[in-house]
C-alpha cells in the first residue's frame, strides 16, 4: 500500500516526535514537573511521565525531591532538572589561533582560551600543536576526557559532513585532500566522545541561527569574513552544503580576470583575494595614503573611512563593489533574505554600506524597495564558531534520545 503525506503517523514515529517536543522544554535547562511539560507540550501525562522516567533511568533527568504544594492543595509534585553532566570541547584550529571552549549539553560557551597560530605546516605539526594545548587545557579546567560527551573542530575548508572529513584546506594545502580529522582527534582523546568536524564559516553562521531563530523561516546568508571569506547559505533552518561541500565557498568565486594572484584554490582574481588585508593595504598606498599601511586591520581603514580619508574612503569603495559584484551573482542563484557580514567586514562604515547598497540597487530585477535585508555582527568569530559547533553536536545528542 502506498504512503500518503496525509497518512497518520505511525505509533513509533509518535513517539519520537513526542519526545522532541518534551526534549525541547528540557534542554531549556529549567526545573521541571509533569505537568508543566504537558502544558507547554499539551502530550498526555501519561505519555510525559513515562518519557520522563526513561530520561531518569538513563541519566539525562534527576530527581530534584518535590515541590510545594498547589493552591488547591494535595499531593506535591516531583521537581526534575537536567542531569547529563558531560562537556563538549570546541576547537578552532585557524590559520592564526588555536581556540579551545567548553559547552555543556544545555548552555553556553565558557573557559574560552586562545593561542597565536600560524598555519602553513604539515598536519602532523598542527595536531601536536593541538593535542599539546587540549592536555593543558583540560588539566586546567580539571576536566578528564571521559567526561567528554564529543569534540566538535572547526577548521578553514570544504567539509564532509557525512563522513566527517576534510576535503581541502586552501589555507593548508600541504594538509591534503579527504583528511580525517576525526581519527587524529581519537588519538588525542581516544574513543569514548562524539566527534565532528565543521567549516568554520559554517559553525559561526549556525551561531545566528540560533540568537535569531525567526530567521528559519527564511533564506538567511552570513558571510564570515577574515583571514579568508565563505558564506554559510541556511534555507528554512538548514545549511545547504552540496554534493562536493562547496556552497558557501564563495571566497573562490572569480570575479575579476585581472585581480591578484595566488589563491590557494589555483584561481585568480578571487573574492577572497579581492577583498584580503593586503590587497586592501596596497590599494590603499596607491591611492596616497603616506601612514603606515603594514600592519593596518580592518577595523582601522574603516575608522579612517568614516573619518573622512580619501584614500580610504576609495579602497572602501572598491572592497564594497566587489561584494556587491559577488552578492549581485549569489542572488541570481539563492536569492537571499538576509546578509549578515561577521568577522572584519562587520566593521564596515557608512561609506562601504552605501557603495554596496547603491551598486545592488542597480540590479532592476529587485522590487523597489525590497533590496535584501544587510546587517553586520561585529560579535567575536571564534565565539560564534564555538557556539554553533557546539550546536551541532547537541543535535546530535538530543536527536538520539529521541530515536530511543
Not at 17 to 36: E, F, S, Y
Not at 163 to 185: C, E, H, K
Not at 305 to 316: E, F, I, P
Request: charge should be neutral; include cysteine; glycine fraction near 10%.
Amino acid at each position: 500500500m502506498q504512503h500518503t503525506e496525509n497518512q497518520a503517523a505511525l505509533p513509533s514515529h509518535l513517539k519520537g516526535l513526542n519526545r522532541q517536543r518534551i526534549l525541547k522544554v528540557i534542554q531549556t535547562g529549567r526545573v521541571l514537573t509533569v505537568a508543566d511539560i504537558h502544558a507547554e507540550t499539551r502530550i498526555s501525562r501519561p505519555t510525559v511521565m513515562r518519557a520522563v522516567q526513561d530520561y531518569l533511568h538513563q541519566g539525562v533527568l534527576r530527581s530534584m525531591g518535590q515541590g510545594s504544594t498547589t493552591s488547591m492543595g494535595g499531593k506535591k509534585p516531583e521537581l526534575y532538572c537536567f542531569a547529563d553532566e558531560r562537556k563538549i570541547l570546541c576547537i578552532n584550529l585557524w590559520p592564526e589561533t588555536v581556540t579551545l571552549a567548553l559547552s555543556g549539553l544545555i548552555g553556553d560557551i565558557h573557559a574560552v582560551s586562545r593561542t597565536d597560530y600560524r598555519s602553513g605546516g604539515s598536519l602532523d605539526e598542527a595536531f601536536r600543536i593541538v593535542g599539546t594545548l587540549a592536555e593543558e587545557y583540560l588539566a586546567k579546567n580539571k576536566l578528564a576526557a571521559e567526561k567528554l560527551y564529543g569534540v566538535v573542530l572547526s577548521v578553514p575548508g570544504t567539509v564532509d559532513y557525512a563522513t566527517r572529513t576534510l576535503r581541502y584546506n586552501s589555507q593548508s594545502p600541504a594538509w591534503g585532500t579527504d583528511v580525517d580529522l576525526a581519527a587524529r582527534l581519537r588519538q588525542i582523546f581516544g574513543d569514548q566522545p562524539v566527534y565532528f568536524i565543521d567549516n568554520a564559516g559554517k559553525a559561526a553562521g549556525r551561531a545566528v541561527l540560533m540568537e535569531h531563530p525567526e530567521y528559519a523561516d527564511s533564506r538567511l546568508m552570513t558571510l564570515f569574513t577574515t583571514w579568508g571569506v565563505s558564506a554559510c547559505m541556511i534555507e528554512r533552518g538548514h545549511i545547504l552544503n552540496g554534493r562536493d561541500s562547496l556552497i558557501g565557498e564563495i571566497g573562490h568565486m572569480v570575479i575579476s580576470d585581472s585581480g591578484p594572484s595566488g589563491c590557494g584554490c589555483g584561481k585568480r582574481g578571487c573574492l577572497e583575494s579581492q577583498v584580503s588585508i593586503r590587497h586592501a593595504r596596497q590599494l590603499l598606498q596607491e591611492a596616497g595614503y603616506t601612514g603606515n599601511v603594514s600592519v593596518l586591520t580592518f577595523p582601522e581603514l574603516f575608522s579612517l573611512s568614516a573619518g573622512g580619508d580619501g584614500a580610504a574612503q576609495k579602497t572602501v569603495r572598491h572592497l564594497a563593489h566587489c561584494f556587491a559584484s559577488a552578492l549581485h551573482n549569489l542572488s541570481l542563484a539563492y536569492d537571499q533574505d538576509t546578509v549578515v557580514f561577521q568577522g572584519d567586514f562587520a566593521w564596515a562604515d557608512e561609506v562601504f554600506d552605501q557603495q554596496l547598497k547603491r551598486e545592488l540597487q542597480e540590479f532592476r530585477y529587485y522590487p523597489q524597495g525590497r533590496l535584501f535585508e544587510i546587517r553586520y555582527d561585529r560579535r567575536d568569530l571564534s565565539m560564534l564558531a564555538a557556539q554553533g559547533g557546539a550546536e551541532l553536536i547537541r543535535r546530535q545528542y538530543f536527536s538520539a534520545l529521541a530515536e530511543d
